[in-house]
């Protein structure tokens, strides 16, 4: 897993695919998630564009693309039940899948250790 400065992590699947969520740290700060919109399948997206609006107790919040790319799927059992992210942000709590143009993009997120290091 990778981590971004914005507290998503990324996991590449074995079909190349990238599936992406927010930390178990993110979702402890935003409190209990009462709203989830996510992207379509199918939507182009370019790294940095606002592509997921989660609103919570405490703040409204907006994901940004990791990576330019293609939405391959979306969790929808989150819209349906947003406080599974607050409830296993890292597995079933999981946003979307895309497939990056490129993977080599990768490599400048941060692993496991610098993520705990920078939330430290």
Same mark, same amino acid.
């Given at each position: 897993?990778?981590? @971004?400065?914005? &507290?998503?992590?990324?996991? @590449?699947e074995d079909d190349g695919t990238v @599936? +992406?969520?927010? @930390? !178990? &740290?993110? #979702?402890?700060?935003?409190? =209990?998630?009462? %709203? +989830?919109?996510?992207?379509?399948?199918?939507?182009?997206?370019?790294?940095? =564009?606002?592509?997921?609006?989660?609103?919570? +107790?405490? !703040?409204?919040?907006?994901?940004?693309? $990791?990576?330019?790319?293609?939405i391959t799927a979306v969790n929808s #059992?989150? +819209?349906? =039940?947003?406080?599974?992210?607050?409830?296993? $942000?890292?597995?079933?709590?999981? %946003?979307?899948?895309?497939?990056?143009? =490129?993977? !080599? $993009?990768?490599?400048?997120?941060?692993?496991?250790?610098?993520?705990? #290091?920078?939330?430290?």
């Open positions: 897993m990778k981590y @971004t400065e914005e &507290h998503e992590w990324l996991r @590449t @599936t +992406v969520g927010i @930390t !178990a &740290h993110a #979702a402890e700060q935003l409190g =209990d998630i009462v %709203f +989830v919109e996510l992207p379509e399948e199918g939507d182009e997206v370019s790294k940095d =564009d606002e592509i997921v609006v989660i609103e919570s +107790v405490k !703040a409204a919040s907006d994901i940004l693309a $990791p990576l330019d790319g293609e #059992a989150i +819209v349906d =039940d947003p406080a599974k992210v607050n409830e296993d $942000p890292e597995g079933e709590g999981w %946003f979307f899948r895309m497939k990056p143009a =490129d993977l !080599a $993009p990768m490599e400048d997120f941060m692993d496991e250790a610098a993520y705990k #290091a920078f939330i430290g």
